[in-house]
């Protein structure tokens, strides 16, 4: 278990921000780029949506111990979520966008 994920949606929201600063650090797993292609999600929604939305669900423990919540915004009539996943101390996996 990883210590230095955040508890709480503030910290969340905080932490991601900090990191979604250089999107060389936000990685989209193959599951969430085969989305955001079927959904017409570009990486800059997915950088926009980490920089200025909210944290809707979570932080949360999935079955493998890591942690995930979903990170959503409302923009230009289209509501659209990210579900991050921490990969401390350096980056963000997207898992999927819808």
């Known amino acids: 278990m990883d210590d230095t994920a955040p508890r709480t949606a503030p910290a969340a929201r905080a932490l991601i921000?900090?990191?979604?600063?250089?999107?060389?650090?936000?990685?989209?797993?193959?599951?969430?780029?085969?989305?955001?292609?079927q959904r017409a999600i570009s990486f800059k929604q997915i950088v926009d949506c980490l920089l200025k939305g909210s944290v809707s669900e979570g932080p949360y423990q999935v079955a493998n111990g890591a942690w995930r919540c979903n990170v959503s915004r409302h923009a230009a009539g289209e509501e659209m979520t990210c579900v991050v996943e921490f990969d401390l101390p350096r980056r963000l996996l997207i898992v999927t966008v819808f």
């Open 17 to 37: 921000r900090e990191i979604a600063q250089d999107s060389a650090r936000v990685f989209v797993l193959p599951h969430g780029r085969k989305r955001g292609r």
